[in-house]
């Protein structure tokens, strides 16, 4: 009853037996000049368009985006009234998570306190925050752990969790030493406005001093005579960190030679830290004698992860185990040192004791689930192959996916163009909606709706989400599967290799774009565009085309080929220079003279995280798309294999765009 009840509330009663099929109608192109009136914030053509849409499936997109857009002189009564109109829907708790931000902002914590239970994503920072803020002013809640992991998990100067450090700040609940490290965060992710604003909460006589330590640090750490004072020394750690970014060198020398008497030894452990962790990003040898100099126990989880990685480097895999062994738990619990850790106890010296918990380690991590549970599985001398599918949905459960409203909203939306918002409710749908989200099974059937309505981003992330079984189809599907073998192999590409790039950088969605310009498929460039349609003698092409899919398969793969031969058949570096250019790759993988290095830890130092997680991944899916092609075990380390300085043997294309 209740479920019919939603239907007749949200338009959707007896449309669920044809999922994608409501007819194109004047109302489409309403909705769709909708959705751009509320991107300019045009309330009053939302108003004037709102009633044209009734009855449509995407009705309750409409009418959230007229109140929201004049949310800010929207009466209690009409929000309310929204929430009763679109009970249960995804549009509903998306308003109520923008009114409880507003009602925050206004301090209205009756009328907050009022919505907040209701609120089903409960996945919002900002609301959190707000919410802890509350407690702490009405009732002297100390929630002042909290507060410090959602505070410094957030890099800008949001209001929110700025109000509950402030109410725990009055309270005594929270200490300087909690804002200086807060204002440390702020200043390494180069959000200075939030520095600003964190150090004015407990040193608002220091503004002028910050700016000069914010605008020129050289000068402040040259000029000002070093002092045990608590707010000098901790200006000091800000200034070393602002000129570390720019020259590590100069800051570790500043440290050493002037400042690293006046400061307390955490001070010191943190200012080593960030001076290491820009060091390691620059690929220095010297990385390491940083971090060196002070325990690891004062570092963030961020400088830890980097001395490891500037560890591995340089084979020194004592000092990985130590940086590893001080993280935190949840850093330390990520497959990537899971994974490393276990390999520095597997190395030659170490205890029996040991290697026991290294191989445990890596039967708990192992599997085919990402780049170093591939590596683990190999590391046991077991074989990548694909797992055994899952049993087949039942037709009970496909009809339940199938009449799922927000399902139905989410696939009508993208078939309409409006992807942003129908992937925002298919996730809600699979995840928020209910506390834990779909079990395996339901997760399952709504991925395999997605795939069969050729919506493969959806149909790969929800299946990626099942904790005890792996459906492989569904994670590694190979559409356009005649095009892309057919003209990988006839340009001498492995079709795996191309099919796990893909799999990356679009989830295979043909009109994507990235917010760099890049195109299609594989996602390429205009300038590279043009550059390669030359190179593979594509003498008519015009711009247009790159969205063609065979044109952008055609373009995407020639250009790949291009890349891979330049670094002699290397994948974790063409996969590297397909995402960041080649001219950094050349780079990272070292000078003249250098030891060559096991792919894994070279892709692990690439100093951009976008790029760093690109690589793995790609290999990663090029392994198992490689296992679905040919029916045979793969081996993830055969095809990372060593990364070593340019050789007289590597051909390079210097034109390469």
Known sequence: MQFKMILTLIGLSGALAAPLVHAQSFTDSVLLEMQQAFRKGDADRLTQLLPQTTGHMLQPWAAYWALSARLDSAT?????????????????????????????????????????????????????????????????????????????????AADGCTLAAQSHLAAGQLLDTDLWRKARLTTEARQLSSTRLVVDLIAPEAAATLA???????????????????????????????????DPDSAAQALSERWSRQLSREQRAWAWGAIG???????????????????????????????????????QWQDALDSINAMSADAASDSTWVYWRARALLQPGRTDTERVEARQSMQGLASVRGFYPMLAQEELGLPITPPAAPEPLTAQEKQRANA????????????????????????????????????????????????????????????????SVIDIAQRFPMPYRQQVVAQSQAIGLDPAYVYGLIRQESRFIMDARSGVGASGLMQVMPATARWTAKKIGMTDFKPYQINDRDTNIAIGTGYLKLVLDDFAG???????????????????????????????????NIPFTETRDYVKKVLANTTVYAALITGKTQSLKGRLGQVGPLGLDTLTNRDLP
């Open 76 to 156: 209690p009564e009409e929000v309310a009234n929204f929430f009763k109109q679109y009970r249960g829907t995804y549009q509903e708790d998306r308003l109520r998570n923008d009114w409880l931000l507003l009602l925050g902002k206004r301090r209205d914590w009756a009328a907050f306190a009022g919505v907040a239970n209701d609120f089903r994503m409960n996945d919002d920072r900002e609301v959190r925050c707000y919410t802890l803020a509350m407690e702490s002013i009405l009732a002297k809640v100390d929630s002042a752990d909290e507060v410090k992991a959602q505070w410094y998990a957030q890099k800008d």
């Open 570 to 604: 290397s994948m974790p570096l063409a996969a590297a220079a397909y995402n960041a250019g080649p001219g950094r790759p050349r780079v990272w993988r070292g000078q003249a003279g250098d030891p060559s290095l096991e792919a894994a830890i070279w892709a692990e």
């Open 277 to 315: 962790k820009q060091a390691a990003l620059k690929l220095s040898d010297s990385a390491l004698l940083y971090f060196q100099n002070a325990s690891p126990k004062g570092m963030s989880d961020d400088h830890l992860a980097w001395r490891a990685r500037a560890a591995l480097r340089k084979h």
């Open 404 to 467: 799922n409203p927000g399902l139905q909203r989410a696939l009508a939306a993208i078939t309409l163009g409006l992807r942003s918002e129908g992937v925002r409710e298919w996730n809600y749908s699979t995840n928020l909606h209910l506390p834990g989200g779909m079990n395996d099974r339901e997760l399952l059937a709504a991925a395999d709706l997605a795939c069969q309505n050729a919506v493969w981003d959806r149909c790969i992330n929800t299946s990626e989400r099942t904790r």
């Open 212 to 246: 000069e330590v914010l605008k020129q640090p050289e000068r402040f750490l040259l000029k000002r005579t070093p002092s045990s004072q608590r707010q000098t020394q901790e200006l000091a750690v800000l200034a070393l960190i602002r000129w570390a970014n720019s």
